[in-house]
């Protein structure tokens, strides 16, 4: 019963029922009507508007991964916040990127980080990279009934791999299809733009300092060339989140950090508009 | 048919309490200190893996003494307690007054209830605040009554003894070796009133600091960090301590 929660009464059986040690299969059984995935939907006709994240990409340098996404949020054609944080520690080692309808993102996120904290309370250990990894992929799938009319959520997932002592990124379809990716990954509207200005940069080599930089680098290649994205808003001081991961754990950069590093971007953008060029062979 | 016994409210309450009690007592004593930093728990405990003190959500902890199966499964139950409330609300909304009173109720509801076996343990609930004056401490003795402590407090079987020596030597704004120094020098007293060495490898000991920049506050000491704070608190027995700290 709901009162229980609520009320100062005997926890009920199933809190003390020997069980499964992840929060959602708690919920389901407890109390499905607050998973996502279990919400009942009225039909439909089109689709439902609602504001959307667009740009999140990752970077992957010896000893570590970079996570950093824009700060919009649009709605059709209208900017529908022009601050909203789209980067979320996970747990200590991992981190989760968000781009799709934002309302159902941020919530995803929630039960996310409360799924791998719980689990790690219970248990007394950290799920493995990969353990988290397939659970994100369990509550995307969770959320295809309402992907189809629309309102799909992409993360993009990156860790530090305690076993394996390296950073590893993961991506994500509507199904919960679930991929690593070697290097460099993007997803959003922007995501292609970004991909694109990544791959002519991305060395295996890099430090931490250029993978920052490179990131930044990619956002706003994808905020040139796509309208949802948003590049840095010097007039506003909104800079994008950028976070590293490594074997210390889970890091976001000060607003100071991100901002000095766009700074220098746009000021070289003012020389060169197209940015760092490859060298041709 | 035989009819049975009669046995009187008052005697079947005293058998239960009797019986909850020598569970308890077969176990070993822990202690929940404040220091100038937050709150330290200090038991002693052979296994690794087995633990006696766990963290219940981002300020709260939680210390057991008795039977493990009983304590582990009401340890579960008020982390999905907490869990699902910061879920359904916020997170500021879980806290160890009300994670407190569903215990406390639990256990009321077991012990009094003739068709359940009364629970063997004693539980420790303490929420670490933004000032030593925002923390606390509660025990829930087996029967289900709770006690708001402060300062200091003992559970298990020899925890009335321990009590009284920590009453006596515990102050406000001890650091946390210090702190940690007490707690061993309580535990290690016999019933009998003899003194026995506990080595480092067999102490549990975990806090809650509210220095810790992350939300979750809650955090085990082990291995050199441990050794460092007793040989710490063993160094400045009666000397103003040092106040370096002890962060990695």
Same mark, same amino acid.
């Given at each position: 019963?709901?009162?229980?929660?609520?009320?100062?009464?005997?926890?009920?059986?199933?809190?003390?029922?020997?069980?499964?040690?992840?929060?959602?299969?708690?919920?389901?059984?407890?109390?499905?009507?607050?998973?996502?995935?279990?919400?009942?939907?009225?039909?439909?006709?089109?689709?439902?508007?609602?504001?959307?994240?667009?740009?999140?990409?990752?970077?992957?340098?010896?000893g570590?991964?970079?996570?950093?996404?824009?700060?919009?949020?649009?709605?059709?054609?209208?900017?529908?916040?022009?601050?909203?944080?789209?980067?979320?520690?996970?747990?200590?080692?991992?981190?989760?990127?968000?781009?799709?309808?934002?309302?159902?993102?941020?919530?995803?996120?929630?039960?996310?980080?409360?799924?791998?904290?719980?689990?790690?309370?219970?248990?007394?250990?950290?799920?493995s990279?990969?353990?988290?990894?397939?659970?994100?992929?369990?509550?995307?799938?969770?959320?295809?009934?309402?992907?189809?009319?629309?309102?799909?959520?992409?993360?993009?997932?990156?860790g530090?791999?305690?076993?394996?002592?390296?950073?590893?990124?993961?991506?994500?379809?509507?199904?919960?299809?679930?991929?690593?990716?070697?290097?460099?990954?993007?997803?959003?509207?922007?995501?292609?733009?970004?991909?694109?200005?990544?791959?002519?940069?991305?060395?295996?080599?890099?430090?931490?300092?250029?993978a920052?930089?490179?990131?930044i680098?990619?956002?706003?290649?994808?905020a040139?060339?796509?309208?949802?994205?948003?590049?840095?808003?010097?007039a506003?001081?909104?800079?994008?989140?950028?976070?590293?991961?490594?074997?210390?754990?889970?890091r976001?950069?000060?607003?100071?950090?991100?901002?000095?590093?766009?700074?220098?971007?746009?000021?070289?953008?003012?020389?060169?508009?197209?940015?760092?060029?490859?060298?041709?062979? | 048919?035989?009819?049975?016994?009669?046995?009187?409210?008052?005697?079947?309450?005293?058998?239960?309490?009797?019986?909850?009690?020598?569970?308890?007592?077969?176990?070993?004593?822990?202690?929940?200190?404040?220091?100038?930093?937050?709150?330290?728990?200090?038991?002693?405990n052979?296994?690794?893996?087995?633990?006696?003190?766990?963290?219940?959500?981002?300020?709260i902890?939680f210390?057991a003494?008795?039977?493990?199966?009983?304590?582990?499964?009401?340890?579960?139950?008020?982390?999905?307690?907490?869990?699902?409330?910061?879920?359904?609300?916020?997170?500021d909304?879980?806290?160890?007054?009300?994670?407190?009173?569903?215990?406390?109720?639990?256990?009321?509801?077991?012990?009094?209830?003739?068709?359940?076996?009364?629970?063997?343990?004693?539980?420790?609930?303490?929420?670490?605040?933004?000032?030593?004056?925002?923390?606390?401490?509660?025990?829930?003795?087996?029967?289900?009554?709770?006690?708001?402590?402060?300062?200091s407090?003992?559970?298990?079987?020899?925890?009335?003894?321990?009590?009284?020596?920590? $009453?006596q030597?515990?102050?406000?704004?001890?650091?946390? @070796? #210090?702190? %940690?120094?007490? =707690? !061993?020098?309580?535990?290690? *007293? $016999?019933?009998?009133?003899?003194?026995?060495?506990?080595? @480092? #490898?067999? %102490?549990?000991? =975990? !806090?809650?600091?509210?220095? *810790?920049?992350?939300?979750?506050?809650?955090?085990?000491?082990?291995?050199r960090? %441990?050794?460092?704070?007793?040989?710490?608190?063993?160094?400045?027995?009666?000397?103003?301590?040092?106040?370096?700290?002890?962060?990695?």
């Open positions: 019963m709901e009162a229980n929660t609520r009320s100062t009464g005997r926890l009920p059986a199933a809190f003390l029922t020997p069980g499964s040690s992840s929060f959602m299969d708690f919920l389901s059984d407890h109390q499905p009507e607050l998973l996502p995935g279990k919400r009942q939907l009225p039909p439909t006709q089109g689709v439902i508007e609602a504001p959307h994240g667009t740009t999140i990409v990752a970077v992957t340098f010896p570590g991964v970079v996570l950093a996404g824009d700060r919009r949020a649009t709605m059709g054609n209208m900017i529908a916040q022009r601050d909203i944080e789209k980067v979320f520690p996970a747990d200590e080692y991992s981190a989760v990127g968000i781009a799709g309808t934002a309302g159902l993102a941020v919530e995803m996120v929630k039960l996310f980080q409360l799924e791998l904290e719980h689990f790690e309370k219970v248990e007394g250990a950290q799920l990279l990969e353990g988290k990894a397939n659970r994100l992929s369990t509550m995307i799938r969770s959320n295809l009934g309402m992907a189809m009319q629309g309102l799909a959520v992409v993360p993009l997932f990156a530090y791999d305690v076993d394996r002592e390296k950073g590893r990124i993961f991506s994500y379809d509507v199904t919960g299809g679930r991929s690593e990716e070697s290097g460099y990954a993007a997803t959003g509207s922007g995501s292609i733009f970004a991909r694109g200005a990544m791959k002519k940069l991305f060395r295996a080599d890099l430090t931490e300092d250029e920052t930089t490179l990131v680098q990619a956002l706003y290649d994808a040139d060339d796509d309208s949802a994205t948003g590049g840095p808003d010097v506003r001081r909104i800079y994008p989140i950028v976070t590293v991961i490594t074997e210390d754990g889970f976001r950069l000060t607003d100071e950090e991100s901002s000095e590093i766009a700074r220098s971007i746009l000021e070289r953008r003012l020389e060169q508009p197209d940015g760092p060029r490859a060298a041709l062979l | 048919m035989s009819t049975p016994f009669y046995v009187s409210p008052q005697q079947a309450m005293a058998d239960r309490a009797e019986y909850a009690r020598k569970g308890i007592a077969r176990g070993r004593s822990l202690v929940v200190l404040q220091y100038a930093d937050g709150i330290v728990f200090v038991g002693e052979p296994s690794r893996a087995l633990h006696k003190f766990s963290e219940i959500y981002d300020r902890g210390a003494a008795g039977k493990y199966n009983e304590y582990e499964n009401l340890r579960i139950g008020g982390v999905r307690y907490a869990d699902l409330r910061g879920y359904t609300y916020d997170r909304d879980v806290t160890a007054r009300g994670l407190a009173n569903v215990y406390a109720q639990t256990l009321g509801t077991i012990f009094s209830s003739a068709a359940e076996k009364p629970y063997e343990v004693e539980l420790v609930v303490a929420e670490v605040g933004e000032t030593p004056e925002g923390d606390q401490i509660y025990r829930l003795p087996h029967d289900g009554s709770i006690v708001d402590e402060h300062g407090v003992a559970v298990g079987g020899n925890a009335e003894q321990i009590s009284s020596y920590l $009453d030597r515990h102050q406000d704004g001890m650091s946390l @070796a #210090e702190a %940690l120094k007490l =707690a !061993v020098q309580a535990l290690s *007293r $016999d019933t009998n009133g003899t003194e026995r060495e506990i080595p @480092a #490898e067999r %102490l549990e000991v =975990a !806090v809650l600091d509210r220095t *810790r920049p992350q939300q979750r506050k809650f955090k085990r000491i082990v291995g960090q %441990l050794a460092r704070l007793l040989e710490a608190g063993g160094a400045t027995t009666e000397a103003e301590s040092s106040t370096e700290d002890e962060d990695e």
